[in-house]
């Protein structure tokens, strides 16, 4: 989860919503990523998206069942949606997601692992770092 926040920082700040993910294969690293949609112009570009890819090309399989995804927050209903069709074998998150999938009642892979809260706070607090910016920052404008 440390390198996941460690990308979720990347993120912050590049002005990209401080999302953090990373792939974990027999205990080592195959890919990593954050959010990237505003840089990228694409609604896709979630942290979770990116490295599903990265990991599918680096094994050369649409199935990563093998795999943990170590993400900074509970992902959306489109992440999860990608993460029951690779057949995830874990997925480990750090903060809940108002807007997350467990929220809407989305199911991961009857086979997946879920498991919540790991670095809850400091990845909450960098989420809540982001918006409150983003609060000052439109208030400005207005000004």
């Not at 990593?32 to 990228?40: M, P, V």
């Not at 057949?87 to 108002?98: E, P, T």
């Not at 467990?102 to 809850?120: D, E």
Request: charged share 20%; proline share 2%.
């Amino acid at each position: 989860m440390k390198i996941a926040l460690k990308e979720a920082f990347i993120a912050f700040h590049k002005n990209e919503v401080p999302i953090g993910a990373v792939m974990i294969h027999n205990n080592i690293v195959i890919a990593k990523a954050h959010n990237l949609t505003e840089t990228l112009n694409k609604a896709t570009a979630h942290a979770e998206m990116l490295v599903i890819n990265l990991a599918s090309t680096y094994l050369s399989k649409k199935y990563i069942e093998e795999c943990t995804l170590y993400v900074t927050l509970e992902p959306c209903i489109m992440c999860a949606g990608a993460l029951f069709w690779s057949k995830i074998g874990k997925v480990v998150c750090g903060a809940y997601n108002k807007k997350g999938f467990l929220y809407y009642g989305v199911k991961l892979h009857p086979k997946t692992i879920f498991v919540s809260g790991i670095m809850k706070k400091q990845c909450k607090s960098l989420i809540q770092k982001f918006f409150f910016f983003k609060r000052i920052q439109k208030k400005k404008n207005k000004i």
